[in-house]
C-alpha cells in the first residue's frame, strides 16, 4: 500500500510557473515507476511526465516537453513536478501515481496502481 499527497497547486498567470510535489509514504520500495498526470473538466485523465524511480529515466508528453521538468527525491519520497512557461491549456487537477510493474505505456493511466486526491493548477490568460 502506498499513500500519496499532492501540493503545490494555484493559480498563475501564462508564463508563469508553478512547483509540483508529492509525499509518498507505506510501501515505497516496491514502487518501480512514478508519474504526473492530469485531468481538465470534460476531458480524459492524461499523462504529463514519468519517472523510473531506481534509474531515473523520465518520459514527457509531447504537449509539456521542454518546459515541464519531473524529478524525484528519494531520501525524502518525494516526487516534483516543475512547471515553467505554463500556458492556459495545462489548467487541470493534476495527480501524482505510483506503479508497482513496468509497463510499455509509461504515461497510460491504467499502468498506475496507486494514486493522490490531486491539487488543482490554474492558468490565466
Known amino acids: 500500500q502506498v499513500l500519496l499527497a499532492e501540493s503545490g497547486g494555484g493559480s498563475v498567470q501564462a508564463g508563469g510557473s508553478l512547483r509540483l510535489s508529492c509525499a509518498a509514504s507505506?510501501?515505497?520500495?516496491?514502487?518501480?515507476?512514478m508519474g504526473w498526470f492530469r485531468q481538465a473538466p470534460g476531458e480524459e485523465r492524461e499523462g504529463v511526465a514519468a519517472?523510473?524511480?531506481?534509474?531515473?529515466?523520465?518520459y514527457y508528453a509531447d504537449s509539456v516537453k521542454g518546459r515541464f521538468t519531473i524529478s524525484q527525491d528519494n531520501a525524502e519520497n518525494t516526487l516534483y513536478l516543475l512547471m515553467n512557461n505554463l500556458k492556459p491549456e495545462d489548467t487541470a487537477l493534476y495527480f501524482c501515481?505510483?506503479?508497482?510493474?513496468?509497463?510499455?505505456?509509461?504515461?497510460?493511466?491504467?499502468?498506475?496502481?496507486?494514486w493522490g486526491q490531486g491539487t488543482q493548477v490554474t492558468v490565466s490568460s
Open positions: 519517472i523510473y524511480t531506481r534509474i531515473g529515466g523520465t
Open positions: 507505506g510501501s515505497t520500495r516496491n514502487i518501480y515507476r
Open positions: 501515481a505510483a506503479a508497482y510493474y513496468d509497463s510499455a505505456y509509461v504515461l497510460g493511466p491504467n499502468e498506475y496502481d496507486y
